[in-house]
């Protein structure tokens, strides 16, 4: 890995430029942690592309090994690689693309062990690339009890189905996986991409979308696909749009990145910070707070009196941003979210 910040700016140069990214995007994007599940069609598109945006940490969990059939669309891997286990191509791939990004295999198999092994890498964001709806209710329900949302994306023959589901309701409408697709043995019984096959450019073209998903989520910008879902038909090249929920016009309220200078006001807005409480423990805020878990939002309430002015913090940025955005949807008084989270207070702490 490398830390030297003139390379970094130079490698991510190009969507710095963006306006709905810039250096502050690139900073959120930095400071993220997403957890991708598979790393076979979707995840081979996801995971370089997720690194090359300057993701900071992407944990990939796979117990696979390469075969020889899945060379087709699995372009994350070689031939060369036949027989090991997936999770080494990931991690070579950040290596090549973005050796600043921390990319960290788990070769085991996901499912009541969801909430214990995903969670103790504290992501921000889950992509389910996985094959199975097995693992999808796995994922939506491990992914639902940690309050992070699911970009989600399933392959078959030549289509495929892209949204994202959140089951906390920070995004937009709270619609999960089983919402769409109730858990019953017909349902698990779906044939995958073995028993009906896929074209693998299908995959790659999903793949990305998922990727762009997910950076928009983290950098906080443009309009989502909580709420609705993309059907793909590649072979007649043809998107529809299927609403799972009835929009709402507050969805995608737009919130702004705030500096302590906001704090040093005659009358100072509530700095809410909405980490786990073993976070706070090991990194404490230098400031005054008010401690409202992220996945315990909806009771803020019973914290925050009517009117109060409200900022939010949490460890480098992308969750703060999403409490924002849920709370000034629920018509709160929201200024902002602090720009960088704890670590960026820290270190302008250690510069002083």
Not at 28 to 43: E, H, I, N, P, Q
Not at 227 to 235: C, K, W
Not at 281 to 296: K, R
């Amino acid at each position: 890995m490398t830390s030297d910040p003139n390379f970094i700016r130079a490698r991510t140069a190009r969507h710095r430029r963006l306006a709905e990214i810039g250096d502050g995007g690139a900073d959120r994007l930095a400071g993220a942690r997403v957890a991708v599940v598979g790393a076979g069609g979707l995840g081979s598109t996801v995971i370089p592309y997720l690194a090359a945006a300057g993701v900071g940490r992407i944990d990939v969990f796979d117990d696979d090994v390469v075969e020889l059939s899945n060379l087709n669309r699995q372009i994350l891997h070689s031939a060369e690689s036949i027989g090991q286990p997936k999770i080494e191509s990931a991690i070579a791939a950040g290596e090549r693309i973005a050796p600043e990004v921390e990319v960290v295999g788990h070769q085991l198999r996901l499912g009541e062990n969801f909430v214990d092994v995903v969670g103790a890498v504290q992501p921000d964001i889950v992509v389910d690339g996985s094959d199975s709806f097995d693992t999808r209710f796995v994922v939506d329900d491990g992914a639902a009890r940690l309050g992070v949302p699911v970009v989600f994306g399933a392959l078959m023959q030549w289509s495929a189905q892209i949204t994202v589901f959140d089951a906390a309701g920070t995004y937009g409408p709270a619609v999960r996986l089983t919402d769409i697709f109730p858990d019953t043995p017909h349902v698990r019984a779906t044939p995958g991409c073995a028993e009906m096959g896929i074209l693998g450019s299908v995959a790659g073209m999903v793949g990305t979308m998922l990727a762009t998903e997910t950076v928009k989520l983290i950098v906080g910008t443009g309009r989502n696909l909580v709420g609705r879902m993309l059907v793909v038909d590649a072979l007649d090249m043809q998107v529809t749009e299927i609403p799972l929920a009835q929009p709402d016009p507050q969805d995608n309220v737009r919130v702004m990145a705030v500096s302590t200078e906001v704090l040093d006001q005659d009358d100072p807005p509530m700095v809410i910070d909405v980490r786990r409480a073993e976070e706070i423990v090991e990194h404490p805020a230098p400031m005054p707070v008010v401690h409202v878990p992220f996945d315990q939002l909806g009771d803020v309430g019973e914290t925050v009196a009517p009117g109060s002015k409200i900022v939010t913090l949490c460890r480098t940025g992308p969750r703060s941003v999403r409490a924002a955005q849920a709370l000034a949807e629920a018509g709160y008084q929201v200024v902002g979210y602090l720009d960088g989270g704890v670590e960026a207070l820290q270190n302008e702490a250690s510069v002083r």
